[in-house]
Nanobody, 122 residues
């Protein structure tokens, strides 16, 4: 099984920055797309940003120009640099990874982290 361990959440004032990290525990398998989702109270979980194995990135319109996703393939780790944070960015942020080979050749499965709280408030 693949475990995703997140870190870096917390409380920050509007305009501040945070950097989230998510490390996959298992290095035997190929980790394809990695991404960050968030879920605010009373709202559905939404995609924030994603990065493919070869480094192609996709950011939600609401965070473009403020958030940057990146990954370190050697360490099976994905990062989310969040700048110019706003109160509406407050949510639980979840790491997600598409992993190949857990259930045999050709299989792909999606795995989730436990979530980390980000609160933007003065």
């Amino acid at each position: 099984q693949v475990e995703l361990v997140e870190s870096g959440g917390g409380l920050v004032q509007p305009g501040g920055s945070l950097r989230l990290s998510c490390a996959a525990s298992e290095s035997r398998f190929t980790i394809y797309t990695m991404g960050w989702y968030r879920q605010a109270p009373g709202k559905e979980r939404e995609l924030v940003a994603a990065v493919t194995l070869d480094g192609k990135t996709n950011h939600a319109d609401s965070v473009k120009g403020r958030f940057t996703i990146s990954r370190d393939n050697a360490k099976n780790t994905v990062f989310l640099q969040m700048d110019s944070l706003r109160p509406e960015d407050t949510a639980v942020y979840y790491c997600n990874a598409e992993v190949g080979g857990v259930y045999g050749l050709g299989s792909t499965t999606r795995h989730w982290g436990q979530g980390t709280q980000v609160t933007v408030s003065s």
